[in-house]
């Protein structure tokens, strides 16, 4: 399956405010159902560095950085498109543009994410607790 990964482009802001709710809606079981349906994809994107993938010109994936930090704060793929590699490649494609470690938080509760961290190379570092539960905290260098 072949993906095209490139910077956000304003116009792709509609298509990843849907692509947000559904795969919140999809996932997230440790939230509660209102926070899986909210609209807050501007709000929890603002200020980050934003890469997409698209199939055929549609919105499959992206990957938000907090670029002060070096810290991944979403990393989201359409269900059909999780398990082919996408995510790896969303993230090689952050690592290739910036200077040092990685860092991001994942839900304990995520086990599929947790999973995919620890394949594809990243360390838990530490855990703590967040209004949403215990998280891990993995770093990539």
Known sequence: ?????????????????????????????????????????????????LIVAK????????VSVWLPDNFVHHLYIKRAYQGK???????????SRIKGTLALKCMEGNLSAVKFYQKTGWKMKSKGISEHGVYILFELD
């Open 85 to 95: 590699g996408l995510g790896r490649d969303l993230i090689n494609t952050v690592k």
């Open 1 to 49: 399956m072949e993906w095209e990964i490139s910077e956000f482009k304003e116009e792709d802001r509609a298509e990843l405010r849907k692509l947000y709710i559904d795969v919140r809606r999809e996932t997230f079981g440790w939230l509660g159902a209102e926070n899986r349906i909210k609209d807050t994809f501007d709000i929890d994107t603002k200020g980050e560095d």
């Open 55 to 62: 199939v055929e010109d549609r919105i499959v994936g992206f």
